[in-house]
Antibody, heavy 115, light 107 residues
Framework: QVQLVQSASELKNPGASVRISCKAS????????LSWLRQAPGQRLEWMGW????????TYAQGFTGRFVFSLNTSITTAYLQITGLQTEDTAVYYC????????WGQGTLVSVSS | EIVLTQSPGTLSLSPGERATLSCRAS???????LAWLQQKPGQAPRLLIF???TRAIGVPDRFSGSGSGTDFTLTISSLEPEDFAVYIC?????????FGQGTRLEI
């Protein structure tokens, strides 16, 4: 079955870090790049950038540099999004999606940041 | 950055009726890379249409897309109960990829 399965929801304090995983299955992992997207409550989707599954090279959209890191473990067909220095404004559902177009989406991971 | 503006914000219709949703881009979408997504509450978006008018695998033919340049339309020819959801247009021709704010289709 072709799917992307993400890790479970997280509740974090401000200043903490979080790592979200996105496990791909049912297709050849390196044939498609992966994007990361964010959907804050009541807001439109935002594209955070993408990572080449062939080379591991990430590309970050403006506004998602510095605290956001995309990485891969190709041996287990898994992509990761790490966010450091969490802020309350980072509270959102985070999605991975296969490029392009975004024809396959993970189920989403809710990250809640609150003291 | 290309800004996508969708109209109307909410569309109230009944099963069996025809729905017409609009998406306007602030500049021309490159290489016809305009897609439509469907999102239901608590679920991830689902790709319906890409390259303006190509249906994704498994999408019923009551869904159709049209348009060019900066003006695009998603049409649902005869609404089924499962079609009531939020519809989002999305351009992936220019970086950064951007999304519309969505049209809520309600009964």
């Amino acid at each position: 079955q072709v799917q992307l399965v993400q890790s479970a929801s997280e509740l974090k304090n401000p200043g903490a870090s979080v790592r979200i995983s996105c496990k791909a299955s049912g297709y050849t992992f390196v044939d498609f790049a992966l994007s990361w997207l964010r959907q804050a409550p009541g807001q439109r989707l935002e594209w955070m950038g993408w990572i080449s599954t062939e080379t591991g090279s990430p590309t970050y959209a403006q506004g998602f540099t510095g605290r956001f890191v995309f990485s891969l473990n190709t041996s287990i067909t898994t992509a990761y999004l790490q966010i450091t220095g969490l802020q309350t404004e980072d509270t959102a559902v985070y999605y991975c999606a296969r490029n392009s177009p975004t024809d396959l989406w993970g189920q989403g991971t809710l990250v809640s940041v609150s003291s | 950055e290309i800004v996508l503006t969708q109209s109307p914000g909410t569309l109230s219709l009944s099963p069996g009726e025809r729905a017409t949703l609009s998406c306007r881009a602030s500049q021309s979408v490159r290489n016809d890379r305009l897609a439509w997504l469907q999102q239901k509450p608590g679920q991830a978006p689902r790709l319906l249409i890409f390259r303006i008018s190509t249906r994704a695998i498994g999408v019923p033919d009551r869904f159709s897309g049209s348009g060019s340049g900066t003006d695009f339309t998603l049409t649902i020819s005869s609404l089924e109960p499962e079609d009531f959801a939020v519809y989002i247009c999305h351009q992936y021709g220019s970086s950064p990829w951007t999304f519309g704010q969505g049209t809520r289709l309600e009964i």
